[in-house]
Nanobody, 121 residues
Framework: QVQLVESGGGLVQPGGSLRLSCAASGRIFSINAMTWYRQAPEKERELVADITSGGSTQYAESVKGRFTISRDNAKNTVYLQMNSLKPEDTAVYLC???????????????WGQGTQVTVSS
């Protein structure tokens, strides 16, 4: 069974920084794209940043220049470095990955449980 576990959320003042991690564990043959989403109260889930297995990245316009996504393929882990945080970044941040457990399995989508990020003075 594959699991995604996020960590690193918390309370931070505006202008501060946080680094989120999402580690995939279990039977893993390959991981395609790894993605961070966020869900704020009464808002739709929003794609924050995405990184392919080859390292290509994309970002939501609202976080460009402030957030950086990276991954460590040896550790099956994706990171989100968040700088210059704003109150509007407050949300539950969720990790998403497309994973194949063996060479014979189809790719499946997995979600983490989420980690709360609160930006407030």
């Amino acid at each position: 069974q594959v699991q995604l576990v996020e960590s690193g959320g918390g309370l931070v003042q505006p202008g501060g920084s946080l680094r989120l991690s999402c580690a995939a564990s279990g039977r893993i043959f390959s991981i395609n794209a790894m993605t961070w989403y966020r869900q704020a109260p009464e808002k739709e889930r929003e794609l924050v940043a995405d990184i392919t297995s080859g390292g290509s990245t994309q970002y939501a316009e609202s976080v460009k220049g402030r957030f950086t996504i990276s991954r460590d393929n040896a550790k099956n882990t994706v990171y989100l470095q968040m700088n210059s945080l704003k109150p509007e970044d407050t949300a539950v941040y969720l990790c998403y990955a497309v994973i194949r457990s063996t060479a014979w399995d189809p790719r499946r989508v997995y979600w983490g449980q989420g980690t709360q990020v609160t930006v407030s003075s």
